[in-house]
C-alpha cells in the first residue's frame, strides 16, 4: 500500500525524536513532505513504519508536531475530547480561585494551542497553523462545555510569526472586556486581557503566589512586579511591601489591584531593578522578605552566559539585602537556563555575598500547566525559596 498523498517521512534523528515521546520534528529533520501549512500529515520513519499524525506547516522551524500516535482521526470530536480531558484534569486539582490555564499546548496533547480561564472569560493563544484552521471547532467545544461569556484570541505572541499567522488580538466569540477581576485564593486582581502580559496575568506563578504569602513578614521587597502577582499576597501578612518594576502601566495596575484588596500597605516604585538592587543593597537597607521574578534572561541556549550573569547579580544583591531569617524567593522563567544552572548560579551569589542560605523549597510551575517528563520545554519555571540563616 503507498503512502497517502498528504504525508511526511522523517529521517533517523527525527524518528528517534518522536518515539522518544517528543512531538516536535525540526524542518532539518523531515526528509519528505507533501501538504499545505495546516494540514493534518500521518508521519513515517524511511521504513514505512507510522509515527503518528502531525500539525504540518513547512514554513515553520518545527515543521511537524505529532498530535496523535494512534489511528484515531483528528477530526472536531478529537479536539473536543482533548479539551474535556484538559478540563477534568484541571478539576481534579480544586483550584482556589477562578484565572487558571485550561489547556497547556503539547502537555494536554494539543500542540500549539492554550486555553486560559479569566472568570467567565477564556483567552487563547495559537500558535500552530493546524489549530487556527480548526478554530471553528475549539471555540464551539468551549462554548458547550464551558459557556463563556466571551472568547479572545490573543495572536499578538511572537511565535506566530514563525508560522506565518496573522499578528493581532480579536473576539472569537461573545464580548470581551478589556479588563476583568478574577481571584487567586485571597486575593482578588485585574487582568488585563487584550493589552496585559502573557493572556493578562502571569497564571503560571499561581501557586508560588499563594505560598509567598506564607512566607512573608515584616518588610518585603517585590522587585519584578508586573501588576502585583507576588505583593498583593505578602501585603495580607507583611507590615509594608514595596514593589518595583520598570514598566509604568505594570505599576499603575498594581496599585488599581491593592485598592480592589484594600491594601494601603504597597508603595510603588518605578525603577530599573539592577540599579535599585545595588543602591539599597550598598545603603545597608534590610528587608525580611525578597521576590525576585525577572522576565527570560536567556531566550536562547546564545543568551547563557549573559543570562547567568544577570541572574547571579540580583540574587547576590537581594541575598545581602536580607536580615538574619528573611526569606528569598527566586525565580527564573528561561527554559534554556536549567534548574542546575540556576542552583548553582545562587550558590555562588550566597558565596560571594557571604551568605549561609538555607533551601526551604524548590517549587516550579503551577499544576494547571503540566509538565510533561518526555517534552523538557514543557518544564521551564523554576522557584527557589531561600532563608538567610
Ligand atoms: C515575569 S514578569 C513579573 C511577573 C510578576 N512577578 C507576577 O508574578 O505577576 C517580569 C516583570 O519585570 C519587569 N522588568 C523587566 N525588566 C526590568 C528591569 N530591568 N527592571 C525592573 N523591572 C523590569 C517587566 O516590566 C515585567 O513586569
Not at 69 to 96: C, T, V
Not at 119 to 148: K, T
Not at 258 to 270: E, M, P, V, Y
Request: aromatic share 8%.
Amino acid at each position: 500500500m503507498g503512502r497517502p498523498e498528504r504525508s511526511a517521512v522523517v529521517g533517523k534523528r527525527g524518528a528517534a525524536r518522536a518515539r522518544s515521546g517528543h512531538p516536535w520534528i525540526y524542518r532539518s529533520d523531515v526528509a519528505e513532505a507533501t501538504g499545505e501549512p495546516g494540514d493534518i500529515v500521518p508521519v513515517f520513519d524511511r521504513a514505512g513504519s507510522f509515527l503518528g499524525r502531525a500539525f504540518y506547516n513547512p514554513g515553520s522551524e518545527i515543521s511537524l508536531r505529532i498530535a496523535e500516535r494512534g489511528d484515531e482521526p483528528i477530526d472536531e470530536h478529537w479536539f473536543r475530547d482533548k479539551i474535556q480531558h484538559a478540563l477534568a484534569y484541571r478539576a481534579s486539582l480544586e483550584i482556589d480561585g477562578d484565572a487558571y490555564r485550561i489547556l497547556h499546548a503539547e502537555a494536554d496533547g494539543v500542540p500549539g494551542l492554550v486555553v486560559d480561564r479569566y472568570g467567565d472569560h477564556l483567552v487563547l493563544q495559537v500558535g500552530s497553523a493546524a489549530v487556527e484552521r480548526r478554530l471553528e471547532w475549539v471555540v464551539r467545544a468551549l462554548g458547550e462545555l464551558l459557556s463563556p461569556v466571551g472568547i479572545l484570541l490573543r495572536g499578538d505572541s511572537a511565535s506566530r510569526k514563525h508560522e506565518g499567522l496573522d499578528t493581532g488580538v480579536r473576539t472569537l466569540a461573545g464580548e470581551v472586556p478589556e479588563t476583568v477581576v478574577v481571584r487567586e485564593g485571597p486575593v482578588r486582581y485585574e487582568a488585563d486581557l487584550w493589552r496585559g502580559q502573557k493572556t493578562g496575568s502571569f497564571l503560571d506563578q499561581r501557586e508560588n503566589h499563594l505560598a509567598a504569602g506564607m512566607y512573608s513578614s515584616g518588610r518585603v521587597l517585590d522587585v519584578f512586579s508586573y501588576a502585583g502577582g507576588f505583593a498583593l499576597h505578602a501585603a495580607y501578612h507583611a507590615a509594608e511591601v514595596e514593589v518595583v518594576d520598570s514598566s509604568g502601566p505594570a505599576l499603575k495596575a498594581a496599585r488599581r489591584n491593592a485598592q480592589i484588596n484594600g491594601l494601603s500597605n504597597i508603595a510603588f516604585t518605578r525603577a530599573r531593578a539592577f540599579d535599585l538592587l545595588r543602591e539599597r543593597s550598598d545603603a545597608g537597607e534590610g528587608y525580611d522578605m525578597v521576590v525576585l521574578d525577572p522576565p527570560a534572561f536567556a531566550k536562547t541556549r546564545r543568551d547563557l552566559s549573559r543570562a547567568r550573569r544577570a541572574y547571579k547579580e540580583i540574587n547576590l544583591r537581594a541575598m545581602k539585602l536580607l536580615i538574619p531569617g528573611g526569606v528569598l524567593l527566586t525565580c527564573s522563567c528561561s527554559y534554556h537556563f536549567s534548574r542546575e544552572l540556576f542552583e548553582d548560579t545562587l550558590r555562588s551569589a550566597a558565596a560571594d555575598a557571604g551568605r549561609k542560605m538555607r533551601v526551604h523549597e524548590w517549587r516550579g510551575q503551577a499544576a494547571d500547566h503540566p509538565e510533561v517528563l518526555t517534552i523538557p520545554e514543557t518544564c521551564y519555571l523554576k522557584c527557589a525559596v531561600l532563608e538567610c540563616v
